[in-house]
């Protein structure tokens, strides 16, 4: 039985929601963040520390029976940044996890680390061909993994696709707000791609399965995303839908808008990151297959269930959202500052 479990960036939503199920399940938890935890609990403890603190992460990790290492920085964020904490971070958590002989380490990686695959469905065997800085830090923080697995710690490896849910904000609020102001809402060309997303709920219990299954099973890695999903105007539409005001998605010319979208974003008038640019032109959904295969793990959300559940959750915490310092995100609990993208509404 795993009883006491340390959790990276518990503060963020992934953490939180992973912390909420932890506890609901008995488990002693404890919280490493910058910020203290979201929720209070007899059977929870925190430390608010950065996870490259290598002397804080030995002790805290001193009598885990797991470590689950959510704690991660978003794209937006600089690049020197990024790198520290995602590579660094990892580093530190995994070292102080093998000096104190963890049981199991869960790592949070993320199919960002395949760049902009031509192969979809992917699998996990598609090389890691990252394309910006927040994609090489988790490839290189993967292969940082990979070797303290090399070295006999039992690791497995979470690659989920976007994850959303109760407690997501970021880019999604904008998409909620334009469609709470009865807003139309653009998509690049036919908004016709694919993209698989993933619930939160379902990556939590993701998280638990990896970290109770068998060593055997457990020990390797696996692609999480909805198995059910359809095209972005789909998806989006139905958040329109559910605002009521019978407005629609609207096509914009690819081309031009994304040089638009570029040009604001590498100006700092914009949140939308290059990567995520490029993803709204092609599909891109993952195998999923093996964690079913191997973990018995199914997910229990479509892509619209996720971003419904996700929408309905901001409609009642909407008037307490602020949006993040700095124009950019900070964290994905917290709606992104829209920047140029706000001028825009009164086209839509």
């Not at 008995?26 to 609990?41: F, I, K, N, S, Y």
């Not at 963890?102 to 061909?129: D, F, M, N, Q, W």
């Not at 570029?262 to 195998?287: A, E, I, M, N, T």
């Amino acid at each position: 039985m795993v009883d006491r479990v340390v959790v990276t960036g518990g503060a963020g939503m992934l953490g939180s929601t992973l912390i909420e199920r932890l506890l609901a399940d008995g488990r002693q938890v404890h919280c490493v963040d910058l910020r203290a935890p979201r929720t209070e609990h007899a059977a929870l403890t925190h430390t608010v520390s950065d996870v490259r603190d290598a002397v804080v992460m030995k002790r805290v990790t001193a009598e885990a029976d797991a470590v689950v290492h959510c704690a991660a920085a978003l794209p937006s964020y600089p690049a020197e940044t990024i790198r520290s904490v995602i590579v660094g971070g990892t580093e530190a958590v995994l070292t102080a996890s093998e000096a104190n002989a963890v049981p199991r380490v869960v790592h949070i990686s993320s199919t960002a680390v395949y760049g902009l695959p031509k192969v979809v469905p992917t699998p996990e065997e598609y090389p890691r061909e990252p394309v910006d800085t927040y994609s090489a830090a988790k490839a290189e923080a993967e292969e940082v993994a990979e070797r303290f697995r090399a070295r006999g710690m039992c690791l497995p490896i979470l690659r989920p696709k976007t994850f959303l849910g109760p407690g997501r904000m970021g880019l999604f609020a904008m998409l909620f707000e334009w469609a709470e102001e009865g807003r139309n809402f653009p998509v690049l060309g036919r908004g016709d791609v694919r993209t698989q997303m993933f619930d939160v709920a379902d990556l939590v219990d993701a998280v638990v399965t990896a970290m109770e299954a068998p060593g055997e099973r457990a020990n390797d890695t696996f692609n999480l995303g909805a198995t059910e999903f359809g095209t972005i105007r789909e998806d989006f539409q139905a958040v329109l839908d559910a605002a009521g005001h019978g407005k629609r998605i609207r096509s914009m010319p690819a081309k031009p808008a994304l040089a638009v979208l570029g040009l604001l974003q590498r100006s700092g008038l914009s949140p939308v990151y290059g990567r995520l640019l490029h993803k709204l032109l092609d599909d891109s959904f993952v195998s999923t297959d093996k964690a079913g295969d191997v973990l018995g793990f199914r997910p229990k959300y479509s892509n619209q269930d996720a971003i419904l559940r996700t929408y309905a959750w901001w409609r009642e915490h909407q008037r307490t959202a602020r949006p993040a310092p700095g124009g950019q995100g900070v964290t994905s609990v917290e709606p992104w500052r829209q920047g140029a993208l706000s001028l825009a509404k009164v086209l839509f």
